[in-house]
């Protein structure tokens, strides 16, 4: 008789998620090298979403697409949620994937679109630095000097 509660429970919460389309909406993170492999492959447009002092720090993504959360203070940038809401709606049908220092910003980001009905939306948690020096940067993957003052 449990069993069967339990069934029913998960089933009914089954059925009001796809309801509700979330089971189409779910953000996806992506392992540095699936996140490599793609964007190699021209599959995915990179949002880096860290300051520009990190970006010139480490270097940027090539081709990447550069919009600071924060200034170097780490001030909230009042302009971000626009300016990524304007590219994101210009960009609806490619695949989109968040990348910061380590993986807690770009995942902030990724949710919180993916949460206002955004498609195709992944975040890299191992960020370009890493939690343990293991990001982007340490792995040997492409990297250039920022065009930024």
Same mark, same amino acid.
């Given at each position: 008789?449990?069993?069967?509660?339990?069934f029913? &429970?998960?089933?009914?919460?089954?059925? +009001?998620?796809?309801w =509700?389309?979330?089971? !189409?909406n779910?953000?996806?993170s992506? $392992?540095?090298?699936?996140?490599h492999?793609?964007?190699?492959?021209?599959k995915?447009?990179?949002?880096?979403?860290r300051?520009?002092?990190?970006?010139?720090?480490?270097? &940027?993504i090539?081709?990447?697409i550069? +919009?600071?959360?924060? =200034?170097?203070?780490? !001030?909230e940038?009042?302009?971000?949620v $626009?300016?990524?809401?304007a590219?994101?709606?210009?960009?609806?049908?490619e695949?989109?994937?968040?990348?910061c220092?380590?993986?807690?910003?770009?995942?902030?980001?990724a949710?919180?679109?993916?949460?206002?009905g955004?498609?195709?939306?992944?975040?890299?948690p191992?960020?370009?630095?890493?939690?343990? $020096?293991?990001?982007?940067?340490f792995?040997g993957?492409?990297?250039k000097?920022?065009?930024?003052?």
């Amino acid at each position: 008789m449990v069993t069967k509660l339990y069934f029913r &429970i998960i089933f009914l919460c089954f059925i +009001l998620l796809s309801w =509700n389309g979330y089971s !189409e909406n779910i953000m996806k993170s992506l $392992n540095l090298q699936e996140a490599h492999d793609s964007y190699k492959d021209d599959k995915i447009i990179i949002v880096d979403v860290r300051t520009k002092k990190e970006w010139k720090e480490t270097g &940027i993504i090539p081709n990447s697409i550069l +919009l600071n959360m924060h =200034n170097d203070s780490y !001030e909230e940038n009042k302009n971000f949620v $626009n300016d990524l809401t304007a590219f994101l709606s210009k960009n609806l049908n490619e695949s989109i994937a968040f990348i910061c220092a380590s993986g807690s910003r770009s995942e902030l980001v990724a949710n919180y679109f993916t949460e206002k009905g955004y498609k195709n939306l992944s975040h890299i948690p191992d960020g370009i630095v890493g939690k343990n $020096n293991d990001g982007w940067l340490f792995l040997g993957f492409p990297l250039k000097a920022p065009e930024i003052d």
